[in-house]
């Protein structure tokens, strides 16, 4: 596994332990856990961003045809 240094708020680490403990994870393992959710989280949103725009472009461009 890969390892990384981050910088987080004191508020975010003692949240980040209360899960850990409350679960009988590790801090490293609650940590990697919550930074996935939160990275396939923020992925799937910037893919239904992206489907929208793709979908938005093209009922554009069919209107704008129809209209010819």
Known sequence: MAKID??????????LEELASDSGQS????????????????AESRNKVEIYRRTRKQRIENESKSNE
């Open 27 to 42: 801090l490293s393992s609650m940590a990697a856990d919550c930074l996935k959710a939160g990275a396939y989280a923020e």
């Open 6 to 15: 981050v910088t987080i708020s004191d508020d975010l680490k003692k949240l």
